[in-house]
């Protein structure tokens, strides 16, 4: 009988073996991030401020994308990025496309189960652009025909809450926007701070406002890919670093601050507590 190459090999040497193999099949993201010398990252490329094309020199810049530079320059690599849209940021990581989502990416329940997230650096809530006059409380929702962002909470929170109002689903809020200025929804749904700087840039916004009221409690993380640990770790470290030396306060100012497109006060700082929607 021919005896098995394991058999030769003393136990404790083969449990390191295995160990090794188990290891190598199994390829930390950290390491094959450092390995690369790349961070791909997938970043919105049409929803000012957080993440948009500037026309001076057709980059992706925004508040998400200062956040992915922070976190590549931590870990001593460049960053790549990838244009992604509501519909696909999940897809991207799960498929190995790219390393980390950073586009206004709010952490839910749901999302949890396929993907983790890192500690919030971003708190907003579900609001509202409509023609001035037509929405002034959220009473009248149910009544109306809202376009949304397809495959966002915001989509998500006004089906549940407001089950006879009429959702159109739009692949990005641009689309969304056109729409209502056509005529073919009567409000849009977004986040908060998106809804102020997509007012802000618009050639006709004393046509529009952004009622003052909000649906939900929302908080945006990092995607990061199931499992992976010692990546999640590394994210998280430098976005509690980045709050305590005062760049993440930076951030938000370049793109929400007094003398920004979009001024809106910093009401959430990372590590502060989360309250419920």
Do not use: C
Not at 164 to 170: D, E, H, K, Q, S
């Amino acid at each position: 009988m021919k005896r098995s190459i394991w058999g030769a090999v003393p136990g404790a040497l083969l449990t390191a073996l295995m160990v090794v193999a188990s290891t190598s099949a199994h390829a930390d993201r950290l390491d094959d991030i450092k390995r690369a010398g790349v961070l791909r990252v997938a970043a919105f490329d049409s929803n000012a401020p957080f993440g948009f094309v500037d026309p001076k020199d057709n980059q992706i810049v925004g508040l998400d994308v200062d956040y992915a530079r922070a976190v590549a320059k931590s870990l001593g690599v460049k960053l790549e990025i990838q244009p992604t849209n509501p519909a696909n940021r999940i897809a991207f990581l799960k498929s190995g496309k790219v390393d980390l989502v950073f586009a206004n990416f709010t952490i839910t329940d749901d999302r949890k189960k396929e993907v983790d997230f890192s500690t919030p650096y971003f708190a907003s809530g579900t609001q509202f652009i409509a023609k001035k006059g037509v929405l002034k409380s959220s009473e009248q929702l149910n009544g109306l025909r809202i376009g949304a962002d397809k495959g966002t909470t915001n989509e998500q929170q006004v089906r549940a809450k407001f089950p006879n109002a009429t959702i159109v689903a739009y692949d990005d809020t641009p689309f969304a926007f056109a729409a209502l200025r056509t005529g073919n929804v009567q409000a849009i749904t977004q986040d908060g701070p998106k809804l102020v700087a997509l007012l802000a840039r618009a050639p006709d916004k004393e046509n529009y406002e952004i009622p003052p009221f909000t649906i939900s409690n929302d908080y945006e993380g990092v995607g990061v890919p199931k499992g992976e640990t010692r990546l999640l770790d590394a994210v998280n470290s430098t976005l509690t670093h980045l709050e305590t030396d005062g760049e993440a306060a930076q951030i938000y100012d370049k793109w929400f601050g007094p003398k920004s497109a979009a001024p809106l006060p910093r009401l959430f700082k990372i590590g502060d507590p989360q309250k419920n929607s």
